[in-house]
């Protein structure tokens, strides 16, 4: 069945078949395998299609680097992901993988086209060939692109997993747990500090996984592994995580830590969180991320069956699977040489070992010789061949010029290749920590630190098993002693640790046209050597300009096996160092991360706090339609059953101008100005005169910023010589106070005031209508209602229901209105007392969107509405509230200043539609002449615009440069469709003699 | 996620505890009506914009809802130190001693 395992290898397990799908095709792995390494013990190296040029690729690597073989991947309604590496994949009974990017299937594909038009598609190619004309921008070229172009499908139902999220805090965290991540984990854990390993593969080891023979302390390395990992599970203060990416370094030693859950699950726990991002606050962190196997850049190294020397031993070791039956290796670097032994002694044959050194050590090449393998130093490959799996390569003799000589062809029917090692500096470049490159072996490697944290092992440039235990264990000691622990580094003597060394290479020699070349960079991006050099010569020196251009590294692998090689391109093209080029940022996330843990718990109702009102109940019970106003959920109409939104409008506003409306006003932002200089406070903060507003007296209160302009407003009471009851808007509550506490904190501190929230310590019955003073004054006790004792604009306290209330006599409707102020626990109560009580007024309850219809027809604002940051008292028809003879409060300086006076500035108007029935849509450009050539002079805006059912015609207040001036003036809102003629008016469209509100 | 010292609780708090409040150490004028239009825009809209050390405003505003001062690096955004709200700008001997 499974041609290529081989069962005396690997450390999946052998006894567990695993059934899964690939297209369709079922397929048996192991458990323990990836769908990489399940696929390639059935033979199977063709995964996908390539972004740009629909190339068939495969499998280049083993691990969370790779960019080429993306699948598929779904398990159930709403359980599908794309863009899947099959490297990291588990497999389980019943996975089922598609391949990606291709039509109509992944061995026959049409956009395979591209390929044969590689000479079109270079660096920049969207940028140059679609400029023109402009107008098929929009309609032709970009969904064309958008089409052919992507890798998976995105999916298109709700995620139905959960995902979880944690914080924690350690005294060292330990990234990576390859021999250097072990080594420290295991000191600090020693030390009894609080230790965190994190790791992002299946199980603890790393490198070890794939290069099980050498030895530590006497033991094979894997049993060496396994004490390791017993020891550690053993520790009470040490967490280990398996299969979590640490997926971002952030300020502070703040890490953000991904754990998969249940993804490698055959079945899937009854409500089991799939993922949980942990936040940890670490006190020393040792990054041993290790390094990362750089390709060989070479005509046709992107062919299904070429692949990196150290995935095909990891393969091997790792999985039990051996990656081809006749492989040639291609090198720049000793490591290959040992992957390729340890494939011989399996018996894959291993045509030839193509170094392009001239000189490798003879150990190598005894043992190489040893093995039957053809030794071809100082040669260089130069092509590959076959379709939808490589067949041959074509090798060639460099001589002593450099040039490359006459070619020959091997069979085969894998390539292995092998560029060198990079360190894996992502998290430390997270941290904005300096890189230093490494002239001789052409490699970054971590400076000097940020933040509290040491690298080590192949991340920090020391390659080989005894550096990486020595330098782990250093940091793991260093770092527990560092967050207060006593360690000491362990000794660790190792066997059978080769130390290999390689040479940095850029394309690699070619006797053909290097410009026919598809020597591919950046394999999930389709970048070849050519695009680089080709951005370079149009100008294009720095690499962030390259890598944009070119889209090199821009992939979501992030270049892991490319930017170097890109770097080096570059760097050789521009003809400067590489560090003078420089290297693109990395950043979080290490790798792509899902949209669920970083959400976590906050999704769905839980994604933002609802505030609601103490009558909230009432209304939800009584049909209510709510609307979210800043985090509140408000009332917004009570249909009756049958009525659209517009008939529900126009009953509740006919019903509270006739007789008697019931309006939820709670959250109307509240706060408690109280204190020797609370007059003199609000004097300084408000536009308005408050040192002689009488005690159960109301006012306007119109506050602005420094800079003049509206921030907010509401109806102030004072109730004693040193309190005030302030209302704010109910969006601008929290900004109001936090506004007050600044000023009061930090310019006047000398001031005896104090400032309390009471937004939600009191709820707020609005009650509007002719009939609303007979329907509260039975229940009212200690507060004379008449008009003369408690006229418009004033306030008292007395009781109603039984229960405290602060009685304001106050209107935002233009009727007789009262807001009862009652404590909150009492609202519900209160309300329902007063609506049962209503019935023979035929009392209706009314939303904000009623409370807008009303207000606009009497011409009040909603400032954030009819205001937008830009307008001054002025502007906005409210320069009687401003407190003249004051001589200094928020703003007022601003108010002088030049171009607050200038004639032209936008003021707020009334507007009336030539057409009664027309009402304007709110935010329509209003212009003078709607014939007039685009683009439009506009004049200025609608800001609110409604159906007035008082009126039996529309109405309308704007903005309009000018616009006082200009009453009885005529002006067009061009609309979808047609522009509307309107007439300018003053903005008070209802009882402008205010008589209704003084009944 | 910066770590920052509340002056007043004295306990260092991850940044979401705390809100920014614009640069310090611009008081507001006595008599904004004695200041001349110019002055009135520098006071207004002009900050300082360094790279490097930077003086600015603080909130703890879910903790003690004190604001506060504070000296951060613009670069590398570290915070050198805090102070409380009416202490005099710190000198760069104390700043350096701070961040050492």
Redesign the interface.
Known sequence: MSTHRISAKGRVDHGKPVRFTFNGQRFEGRKGDTLASALLANGVHLIGRSFKYHRPRGILSSGSEEPNALVGVSRGVGRSEPNTRATVLEVFEGLSTVSQNHWPSLKRDVGAINDAFYMLFSAGFYYKTFMWPKSFWNKVYEPFIRGAAGLGKSPSLPDPDTYASRYAHCDVLVVGSGPAGLAAALEAGRSGAKVILVDEQAELGGSLLSEPDTGIDGQPAWQWLKAASDELAALKNVTVLTRTTAMGY???N?LGLCQRLTDHLDTLPEGAPRERMW?V?AKQVVLAQGSIEKPLVFDGNDRPGVMLAGAARTYLNRYGVKVGNRAVVVTSHDSAWLAAIDLAEVGVKVAAIVDIRSSVSDHLVRLARAHGIEVLTGWTATGTRGRLRVSAVRVNPVGTNGKAGRARVIACDTVLMCGGWTPSVHLFSHT?GKLDWDEERQMFLPGAP?EETRCAGAGNGTFGLAGALREGAAAGAEAAADAGFKAKASDYRVEGDFECTGISVRELPTDRNPSSAKAFVDFQNDVTAKDIRLAVREGFLSIEHIKRYTTTGMATDQGKTSNINGLAIASDAVKRPAPAVGLTTFRPPYTPTTFGAFAGYNRGSLFEVTRKTAIDGWAEENGAVFEPVSLWRRAWYFPRPGETMHQAVARECRATRQSLGMFDASTLGKIEIVGPDAAEFMNRMYTNAWSKLAPGRLRYGLLLG??GFIRDDGVIGRLSADRFHVTTTSGGAARVL?MM???L???W?DLKVWLTSTTEQWAVIALNGPNARKLIEPFVEGIDLSDAALPHMSVAEGRICGVPTRLFRVSFTGELGFEINVPSRYGRAVWETLYEAGRQYDITPYGTETMHVLRAEKGYIVVGQDTDGTLTPDDAGLGWAIGKAK??FVG???LT??DMLSPGRKQLVGLLTRDPATVLEEGAQIVDDPSQALPMKMIGHVTSSYWSEALGRSIALAVIEGGRARQGQTIHVPMPGKAHAAEITGTVFLDPENKRLNA | MLLIRCPYCAVERPEVEFAYAGEAHIARPQDPSALSDEQWKDHLFIRSNPRGTHFERWRHIHGCGRFFNAVRDTVSDKFAMTYKAGLPRPSEAEIGKARS
Do not use: L, V
Request: glycine fraction near 0%; avoid cysteine.
């Open positions: 952030y300020h502070e703040f936040r606050r904005k940020t420094e800079d936090a506490e600044d000023y904190q930090t310019e501190p001589p200094d007022k300086r601003s200043r030049s």
